[in-house]
């Protein structure tokens, strides 16, 4: 039997189920009432988050695959990695260790929509994450 609950992710229009930090992000809500993860205004705010925070991961040096990012992301501590990883590069195609420019909406977009795919369990709206792609894109 299917269930018809949101997930926290989708409920919280953070789809990418980024923890509290002490970073902050546009779109953010500034008082969360989650605990443990952000909450943003929209879900195009929340997937804007993730595509700073990959594109953060490039340019400090801590990852420019999809094994590297979701290695940080989705650390072996609380995730299954592997799986995780596997699941990117099948829904998207891109191999595991090929370098990504995280300024490119082709590759970029599909691996965000994969990531909020694996957190919340249902198919990301790709018009929604495109929003989220041009809010990020025309922040820099």
Known sequence: MKSNRVSRGLRNCNPGNIRQSKTR?????????DSAFK????????????F????TYRVRGYGD???????RYAPPFENNTEAYISR????????????LNTLNSVQMIPIVSAIS???????????VVARGWELFITSL
């Open 25 to 33: 992000y546009k779109g953010e809500k500034p008082h969360s009432t």
């Open 39 to 50: 909450q943003f205004e929209t879900l195009e705010w929340g997937y804007r988050a993730i």
């Open 52 to 55: 700073m925070l990959l594109h």
């Open 65 to 71: 695959t999809i094994a590297k990012m979701i290695s």
């Open 88 to 99: 990117v590069c099948q829904q998207t195609g891109i191999d595991r260790d090929q370098r």
């Open 117 to 127: 795919a694996v957190e919340n369990g249902v198919k990301a709206e790709e018009e």
